[in-house]
């Protein structure tokens, strides 16, 4: 089905990627610290990794009219299930109008819209197992201007996969017309897979199919440089050295004015990565597995991903 088929025997599944690697590299206990925002945000304060600012979070029901309050006096925000997943169950709110809250498609949503879905939220529409949850609301990113050309109406983010501390592998997100302006791969946002070496774009996927521009914008989209990949490294591999992950997703944001944000991190990454990447992951993963024990520190675990792992066409 795809050009790199070839290299089938590199690629990850399902099951490898929890019976080698997540099972025996991700305690359980340590899973609420992904799973949960709230717990997310927490571990990246201590660490000083920088991070949407919180503006408020609704705990229950009975809460849900100090929406205004929490939003009084901001034009744009994010409001979020703190234990969603995919993307799912998160409205970027771009403008507060005389008409409501407009989201970046241009939509309005009326304030008892707004409050029914974080009442959703609440309720556990959009959390993992069904589970009663918490709503976030925070500072809504802006992004790069270096993406205009390439992000339809929403916030574009880099997804990182570390291994034993190692940056393994990594891939632009960019939302498209199709994902309703949220990067998110299974609505039809589009991945770019990432020579970790240089942080340039390679390859482009939509819908697992491999394309050259992007949909809505007609813009090329190999060869475009990530800003501050350096940083986004770094951030990644300290995430999972610090919180004891042996197998980690990082998503990053990169906002016009803060710089690169965390947005969350993923304890059960998905695997479309190899796909962006026209490489599966085992090659990598075993590269580290051979050589870990002999680098100390997160520097030298990045300077290895950058030569090991270099794109060379």
Request: hydrophobic letters at 40%.
């Amino acid at each position: 089905m795809f050009p790199f088929t070839l290299m089938r025997e590199g690629v990850l599944g399902i099951n490898a990627r929890n019976v080698d690697y997540l099972f025996p590299n991700n305690p359980r206990h340590l899973y609420k610290l992904a799973d949960n925002k709230l717990e997310t945000k927490r571990i990246a304060e201590e660490l000083n990794v920088p991070i949407p600012e919180t503006y408020g979070v609704i705990r229950f029901q009975n809460e849900v009219g100090k929406l205004s309050e929490i939003i009084d006096g901001r034009d744009s925000f994010v409001v979020k299930p703190a234990q969603g997943s995919g993307g799912d169950g998160i409205e970027a709110i771009t403008e507060v109008t005389d008409d409501g809250f407009k989201k970046p498609s241009g939509k309005i949503l009326s304030k008892s819209d707004l409050q029914y879905h974080i009442h959703n939220i609440l309720g556990g529409m959009f959390s993992l197992g069904g589970l009663s949850d918490k709503t976030i609301i925070e500072y809504a990113v802006k992004f790069d201007p270096v993406f205009d050309e390439i992000a339809y109406q929403g916030v574009p983010d880099v997804r990182v996969i570390v291994y034993q501390g190692v940056p393994v592998m990594g891939m632009l997100r960019l939302p498209t017309k199709a994902s309703d302006g949220k990067a998110n791969l299974h609505r039809g946002g589009l991945g770019l897979g990432i020579d970790l070496s240089n942080g340039k774009t390679l390859t482009s996927i939509q819908n697992n199919r491999y394309i050259e521009k992007h949909p809505d914008t007609d813009a090329t989209l190999r060869d475009r440089q990530i800003p501050h990949w350096d940083i986004i490294l770094d951030m990644a591999a300290k995430l999972c050295d610090k919180t004891e992950f042996g197998y980690l997703g990082i998503d990053v944001v990169l906002d016009e004015d803060k710089g690169p944000l965390l947005l969350e991190m993923n304890a059960r990454p998905g695997l479309s990565i190899q796909i962006a990447n026209q490489e599966g992951l085992i090659p990598r993963l075993k590269t580290i597995d051979a050589s870990v024990n002999k680098l100390s520190g997160i520097e030298e675990k990045i300077a290895f991903a950058k030569d090991k792992f270099a794109v060379n066409f």
